[in-house]
């Protein structure tokens, strides 16, 4: 019995060690290094604000040269206007992007999902959108 329960133990802890870690979006911002394939985010909404998908196509802009979707943390008219809101209060990131596909369009609000890293690309980070 007591090889049994140690058995069980070990098989628990060893599943739990290996286990995907899900980060704060927040971690996002000043980054050191370039996150792992693979490394999950949660979109929780920051500081109250919401969390969006901003999408656009090659060609639609002047300044982009590919179609992507960026994430764009959408903060109320309250705090972007409020004197005692200060700048180095609001949260920023780099450049975050997610792949655009048929079923992204402008203005989705994203607040509550996963994000996952994918790859490097167009000296970018893109992400896969988890539901």
């Known amino acids: 019995m007591k090889k049994i329960s140690t058995l069980l133990l070990l098989t628990l802890?060893?599943?739990?060690?290996?286990?995907?870690?899900i980060y704060s979006f927040k971690s996002?911002?000043?980054?050191?290094?370039?996150?792992?394939?693979?490394?999950?985010?949660?979109l929780d909404p920051v500081d109250q604000a919401s969390i969006e998908l901003v999408c656009w196509d090659k060609g639609e802009s002047d300044y982009r040269s590919f179609s992507a979707c960026e994430i764009v943390v959408n903060y109320s008219e309250k705090a972007l206007y409020d004197p005692c809101f200060q700048a180095t209060d609001r949260f920023s990131t780099p450049p975050i992007y997610v792949e655009l596909n048929?079923?992204?369009?402008?203005?989705?609000?994203?607040s509550g999902m996963k994000i996952k890293f994918k790859e490097i690309k167009y000296g970018n980070l893109f992400f896969e959108l988890i539901k």
């Open 28 to 42: 996002l911002s000043n980054l050191r290094e370039v996150p792992k394939v693979g490394d999950t985010y949660k």
């Open 102 to 110: 048929n079923s992204r369009f402008s203005g989705l609000h994203v």
């Open 13 to 21: 802890i060893s599943s739990s060690t290996f286990a995907d870690n």
